[in-house]
């Protein structure tokens, strides 16, 4: 097996940084996966890192997710960060205004889906706000059903888009993605004028790389996998430390900065 590359030491130097714009993706990146949605955890010391980290870039920090925001700030509670949720239907911006756009019907999705599920127990279904994600985490073996059938119900929704992320199908408003989630964040205070810098795990954060490498910021891709990101990281444990290297030492920009044990 070819071993991932750790850009670990990059990383910290954009982080620490302070005209960088710091944008994270939650599950896979920020925690590590876990076999259903409610059951990631953080790991201690994540969220006050966050804090600093946020402070020290002036708020430019977000959390760029697949998941509704309401579920982001639960996570964070009590921190509050500007956040943008199912795949950047829904924003929050650093002032607090919550933004959300029109969706299309999923309802033919969400029916499908949840026949799929009622069939097939190891199957978990979410409804989002204009999305259902169809999760087959806990039985594998059903993958190439649920990619047909899930294929088979989008095809009969205008507006709407399949994405195929790790043991998830997510059916989403296809006029909404994370980089155009980045892009209006970078279009307001805090983050205008920063370089941005993006770190994701899964084929769901490529349109996010694209924004931000294309205006001349910088893509992280967490773990294996094909990636139009420049820089990568072996595992969301990577990630934690250097969150926690640039939070307490803004000038660290070598390997020596990063704890040798990840949280």
Known sequence: MTAIPDDSAALLQLLSMPGSAVFLDFDGTLVDLAPTPDGVRLEPGVVEALALLAERHGGALALI???????????????????????????????????????????????????LASAHPGLLVEHKRGAVALHYRLAPELEQLCSQEMTAAVQACPGVLLLHGKMVLEAKPAATDKGGAIAAFMQEAPFAGRRPVFTGDDTTDEAGFAFVQQVGGQGVKVGSGPSAATLRLASPGALRAALLAASVSPEGVNNDAIPRTTI
Do not use: C, K, N
């Open 65 to 115: 997710s697949g998941r509704p925001v309401a579920q982001i700030d639960a996570m964070l509670a009590p921190l509050v960060l500007p956040v943008a949720g199912v795949h950047g239907v829904e924003r929050r911006g650093a002032d607090g205004a919550l933004h959300v756009a029109s969706t299309p019907d999923v309802a033919p999705v969400l029916a499908r889906a949840r026949a």
